[in-house]
């Protein structure tokens, strides 16, 4: 199970951190990504983060303004989002990849969470 958390309202410019908790099971192996949704649209990689060797990979749309992290001993993977504009409202998503690759696509992933919201305000 993955429970994502740290949505909100912010200003334009503004910053949060998403919290995406994994319970019974362990990173491991894993890849763990960040997705995000908005309304009417298709689900859409963030970025992605190998829980075995560190590796990194963002989406074009949030590079340079989003960082992803992880605490593998607390089961638990960052989303740090800075410089948000109103293009960045949707409903956030945690996902697990259980054989590691690093990837940003929908049909990699195994395990969601439930989803955070992310209103970005002009």
């Known amino acids: 199970q993955l429970q994502a958390s740290g949505g909100g309202l912010v200003q334009a410019g503004g910053s949060l951190r998403l919290s995406c908790v994994a319970s019974?099971?362990?990173?491991?192996?894993?890849?763990i990504g960040w997705f995000r949704q908005a309304p009417g649209k298709e689900r859409e990689g963030v970025s992605c983060?190998?829980?075995?060797?560190?590796?990194?990979y963002y989406g074009d749309s949030v590079k340079g303004r989003f960082t992803i992290s992880s605490d593998n001993a607390a089961n638990t993977v960052f989303l740090q989002m800075n410089s948000l504009k109103p293009e960045d409202t949707a409903v956030y998503y945690c996902?697990?990849?259980?054989?590691?690759?690093?990837?940003?696509?929908?049909?990699?992933?195994?395990?969601w969470g439930q989803g955070t919201l992310v209103t970005v305000s002009s």
């Open positions: 996902a697990a990849d259980l054989r590691g690759r690093l990837r940003l696509l929908v049909p990699s992933y195994d395990y």
């Open positions: 019974g099971f362990t990173f491991d192996d894993h890849a």
């Open positions: 983060i190998s829980a075995n060797n560190g590796k990194i």
